[in-house]
């Protein structure tokens, strides 16, 4: 099945500046990787995601990468702002019929200092 | 866009009870639905496939006789956990997949927070 990891578990960065959270991924057959911001006690609410028929998406500060080959995608954050500060969780999955849960990343827990 | 539904949000049982969850899709049907768990400070775990009028589908390690999924309409599906034991403690969130077109995205419900004592 697919492994998913990702990187850094926890990151701290100065309001203003850009946050970089790295994910790979093992199953070359997967086809979607969205990405998800988690505040305590609440659900995942999808923030961007990418296909693998696309290399880059961009959404106002988001954005999403993805390399293929390599099997690898990170999020992108500029501008850093205080309510961005959550848990982001990376997933990958292979869009079939009825047989397409989420793999998900551990999470990485975004603090953005005033 | 689409909304998914999850009750109750919070649960407290004792242990050796059963306690269901329902996850309903308001908007669009959900042909697939799928449950997920997650321990506090942790990544959401793959618990089961929940397809509409079939059997789900469990994960590796995941009792099917422990965490009952039934998926009797096309925008609803519950799961029951039987005979909950403290260490079922656990927040469980379903998810449900829209499909329109080329478009796909997964929407989750609020989850249900389930503390067995």
């Known amino acids: 099945g697919e492994n998913v990891e990702q990187h850094p578990s926890t990151l701290s960065v100065q309001e203003g500046d850009s946050a970089v959270i790295k994910c790979t991924y093992s199953?070359?057959?997967?086809?979607?990787f969205p990405w998800y911001k988690q505040e305590l006690g609440k659900r995942p609410q999808l923030i961007i995601d990418i296909r693998s028929n696309v290399g880059e998406k961009k959404d106002q500060r988001i954005a999403v990468t993805l390399n293929k080959t390599a099997k690898h995608f990170s999020l992108h954050i500029t501008e850093t702002q205080p309510e961005d500060s959550a848990v982001y969780f990376c997933a990958a999955t292979t869009i079939l019929d009825g047989a397409d849960g989420l793999t998900f990343g551990k999470g990485t827990h975004l603090i953005i200092q005033p | 866009g689409a909304v998914v539904s999850q009750h109750p949000s919070r649960v407290i049982c004792k242990s050796g009870t059963s306690v269901k969850i329902e996850c309903r899709s308001l908007d669009f049907q959900a042909t697939t639905m799928f449950w997920y768990r997650q321990f506090p400070k942790q990544s959401l775990m793959l618990m089961a496939t929940?397809?509409?009028?079939?059997?789900?589908?469990?994960e590796q390690g995941v009792e099917k006789d422990k965490f009952l999924i039934n998926h009797a309409s096309l925008t609803l599906s519950t799961l029951t956990v039987t005979s909950a034991h403290p260490e079922d403690s656990s927040f469980y969130i379903c998810s449900a997949r829209a499909i329109s077109g080329l478009i796909y995205g997964y929407t989750f419900g609020s989850g249900t927070r389930l503390t067995v004592v």
């Open positions: 929940s397809n509409e009028g079939s059997k789900a589908t469990y």
């Open positions: 199953d070359s057959a997967s086809n979607y």
